[in-house]
């Protein structure tokens, strides 16, 4: 899909005209990448902040580093899962596009910013009422209390998150304009850093608050890039013409929840899997849980990429539905899986070649201290080389499915997948066979490629000639 200057241009054709030709391979990768590797800077755009956040607190004290990482994860978890609802927005403008009916694409800007205000309010509650919570389950007061106050400042920025990682994370892609969110996330990372250094230590005359100046300069950035990206693309002349002020209808609402529940489902069985890996993995000591903390941190890395391909997929999937050519959705799907397991494949095999110089980026593999740690870590890359193929496979696959609101199958998928055969082999392995940690690793790829198979040969079943679900994708996209 050739990413036109201007706005009626459709994939490599003149304007106003959908292509009778195949469209190459070749271009196919190239528009792929365009869309992708922007995205991807934004994402470990984020990863960089949270970094820093935790470097920060970590040089306050261990309490200030427990309670900020425990509140920054409940409060990224669940916004991504309600972000997750939002992110329809990107196969509703893309099929729109395709399908020439423009007019579509402002009705479906405002219906989503109306969701992500609404969806804001549960988010928020869940929020406030988190230290109850903390209690029933008897964790330490002090935890809890510093958990509560971090969270009193950062429940505000619960609508300005999901109008940037929901809604314009969705919506820019399917405008073919990634390049304003990195632009705005490498902004970012910037000022969350240095407000997180001034407001936490008192540095440049700015007060000293410690934790609470944490949450504060997390705030303030994600309020801040909420604003900027609203502000360019509202201001922007080339994005300004597909945001006209529209009522938002309840009918696109709908629509958006039909779709989006389902990927929002998807992405909380999943994260759940990793905590409760976690869990499991604790139970074996903290040399146990620091090992599988720094592989899967270097892990969630990369997978950046292959998320990234994803959205990228949905966009480009969604385009060719809309556009009525289901071979070229067919290609375009099946060309980003392939570039994505081709990356993952060679940071699999970084990780088989070198594995010492991965661990050592975390700590010292030659004080004796830390011998059962490394060991561990050692143990856990082989198996995290196999993960990362399967993880990146499915998350792409996934995102070709979406691109013709293929949703609730693919939940179902991960969901067994995930749990009913990952959960069950991860536990059997470490417990019933003694496996440990490796055996968890061992079953979370298992379940893993699992659901890799499943939803390439789903994305396979479902987009040859007269399938079902590609002839009502692109009659429905065209309505």
Same mark, same amino acid.
């Given at each position: 899909m050739q990413m036109p200057r201007s706005p009626d241009a459709a994939a490599g054709t003149k304007p106003g005209r959908i292509p009778s030709a195949r469209i190459p391979v070749a271009q196919h990768v190239r528009e792929t990448v365009r869309l992708a590797a922007p995205l991807a800077i934004a994402q470990i755009a984020q990863i960089a902040m949270a970094a820093t956040d935790t470097i920060l607190l970590g040089r306050l004290s261990s309490d200030a580093l427990a309670a900020g990482g425990l509140s920054a994860n409940i409060y990224f %978890?669940?916004?991504? %899962?309600?972000a997750g609802i939002v992110t329809a927005c990107a196969v509703l403008v893309s099929q729109a596009r395709g399908a020439k009916l423009e007019e579509r694409v402002p009705v479906v800007y405002w219906s989503t910013l109306l969701l992500s205000l609404l969806l804001a309010v549960p988010s928020f509650a869940i929020l406030s009422s988190i230290g109850p919570l903390l209690r029933a389950l008897d964790e330490p &007061?002090?935890?809890? #209390?510093?958990? @509560?106050?971090?969270? $009193?400042?950062l429940r505000w920025g619960v609508p300005a998150t999901l109008i940037s990682n929901g809604l314009m994370r969705s919506f820019l892609p399917a405008? @073919? *304009? &990634?390049?304003?969110i990195t632009?705005? $996330?490498?902004?970012?990372? +910037?000022?969350?850093?240095?407000?997180?250094?001034?407001?936490?230590?008192? #540095?440049?005359?700015?007060p000293q608050l410690g934790l609470i100046g944490s949450a504060t300069a997390t705030l303030t950035t994600i309020v801040g890039s909420a604003l900027a990206l609203l502000v360019i693309v509202h201001t922007k002349k080339s994005t300004r013409r597909w945001i006209h002020p529209v009522? #938002?209808?309840? *009918?696109i609402v709908w629509e958006l929840l039909r779709v989006g529940l389902p990927i929002s489902v998807t992405y909380g069985v999943e994260l759940a899997l990793f905590?409760?890996?976690?869990?499991m993995i604790a139970m074996f000591g903290t040399f146990a849980s620091a090992a599988h903390q720094m592989v899967l941190n270097a892990a969630s890395i990369t997978f950046m990429v292959p998320m990234s391909i994803g959205q990228a997929a949905n966009v480009r999937v969604g385009y060719w539905i809309g556009a009525g050519k289901g071979d070229e959705a067919r290609r375009a799907g099946f060309v980003a899986t392939g570039i994505g397991a081709l990356f993952m494949s060679c940071t699999a095999l970084v990780m088989l070649t070198v594995p010492q110089a991965i661990v050592s980026v975390y700590l010292d593999v030659h004080d004796p201290a830390n011998a059962a740690t490394v060991a561990t870590a050692l143990g856990l890359l082989v198996f995290a080389a196999l993960f990362q193929v399967a993880d990146g496979v499915q998350v792409i696959a996934f995102g070709a499915l979406r691109g013709l609101k293929d949703t609730k199958v693919p939940m179902l998928i991960?969901?067994? +997948?995930?749990?009913g055969i990952g959960f069950v082999v991860a536990w059997a392995l470490a417990f019933r066979f003694d496996y440990g940690p490796s055996g968890i690793w061992a079953g979370l790829f298992i379940g893993l490629f699992v659901v890799a198979i499943a939803m390439i040969l789903r994305f396979a079943r479902e987009t040859r000639p007269g399938a079902p679900t590609l002839v009502r994708a692109m009659a429905q996209a065209r309505k």
């Open positions: %978890m669940l916004n991504i %899962m309600l &007061p002090t935890l809890v #209390a510093n958990v @509560e106050l971090y969270l $009193s400042v405008l @073919e *304009k &990634p390049h304003l632009a705005v $996330s490498l902004s970012a990372v +910037g000022l969350n850093g240095l407000l997180n250094y001034a407001l936490i230590y008192g #540095a440049w005359g700015f009522r #938002a209808q309840l *009918k905590l409760a890996a976690g869990l991960a969901s067994v +997948g995930y749990w």
